[in-house]
């Protein structure tokens, strides 16, 4: 049964999250906000949709572990994983954007997210407001420093025409299913932790890490098999800022959470920022400013050993 709740758990929150992607992009269309605009702040917030009711309903349901792993092992199997997988199907261009302002942020965030738990143990109210309040002067900056015509391919234009009735059908769809997705898979994923004696934790940093990953993967690994325009390292670093000062952000000024597994502090946060900060000097080995096969599969081979630890208990 827990795992039947799980996969219709995760089932509801894609669905769910693609009914909110386009209610959103359509309203905004309504409000008359550009598409540039619409495709870096509208589509991500409605992208993380589904973390955010994860976190928020395990932070509610008092498994506060969960709720902070979900983050952290999203960030860690976009990278190792997403990132990874992608780049051994074709090599990944990088822009000049990717050291000057996105990986700075992300590490920024990363570092910030572990000084707020490593403090007190707990991710108050205020840290969230601060976590949230740094995501959105980034999305400032990345507005002001983004040219006008430049293209968002995200943003499907069609959506400009569709009528009120539909767009408040799309919205119901959407909320009813990312509630009833982030139950099931919540309360799933605990009776699967219990049954098979490992910690909430360990599930929340694999099995929910990816399975949230899962849409973004497929999509990449397609684009990138019809050798269209991959997933960019923006895209995937953009997630990882957005997955803290949103997700986290926002679940801590609704419910501020405390650390209750040591591992959080002692080897999940240590290993997301060694998949971030690895990125740097990636880019600059071997061919510059290229993620090819080779560095795909050592990131792909690193992901695979800390799953290897996760379970064994030897991280």
């Known amino acids: 049964m827990s795992i039947i709740l799980v996969v219709l758990g995760f089932t509801l929150l894609v669905v769910g999250g693609e009914f909110l992607v386009r209610s959103s992009v359509a309203l905004s269309f309504k409000f008359n906000i550009s598409k540039m605009v619409i495709g870096m702040t ?62 700075p942020v992300m590490m920024f965030f990363s570092i910030a997210l572990y000084y707020f738990l490593k403090n007190d143990n707990w991710l108050s109210a205020f840290e969230g407001g601060v976590l949230f309040l ?118 801590a000024i609704i419910k501020p959470i405390p650390v209750t597994e040591p591992l959080i502090l002692s080897s999940d946060v240590f290993w997301m920022l060694g998949f971030a900060f690895v990125l740097f000097p990636m880019v600059f080995l071997g061919k510059k400013f290229e993620i090819d096969r080779f560095k795909g599969f050592i990131l792909v081979l690193a992901y695979g050993i800390f799953m290897t630890l996760l379970f064994t208990g030897g991280k």
């Open 134 to 251: 740094g995501l959105f002067l980034f999305l400032i900056i990345l507005i002001r420093n983004t040219k006008i015509d430049t293209e968002v391919e995200e943003v499907d234009e069609t959506l400009a025409i569709v009528s009120n009735f539909k767009i408040g059908i799309w919205l119901l769809i959407g909320a009813v299913s990312l509630y009833f997705g982030s139950e099931w898979l919540v309360t799933g994923a605990k009776d699967i932790a219990l049954s098979i004696g490992v910690s909430e934790a360990v599930i929340g940093v694999s099995l929910i890490a990816i399975g949230t990953s899962v849409p973004e993967l497929a999509a990449s690994i397609i684009a990138a098999a019809k050798q269209e325009k991959a997933i960019s390292l923006g895209n995937l670093i953009g997630s990882n800022i957005f997955n803290i000062g949103s997700v986290l952000g926002l679940t």
């Open 42 to 103: 509208v589509v991500s917030f409605a992208t993380s949709a589904p973390e955010l009711l994860v976190s928020l309903q395990a932070a509610l349901s008092g498994s506060p572990a969960i709720a902070i792993t979900n983050v952290v092992g999203s960030n860690i199997a976009n990278i190792g994983l997403v990132l990874g997988i992608t780049a051994m199907v074709g090599t990944i261009a990088v822009d000049r954007s990717f050291y000057r302002l996105n990986w």
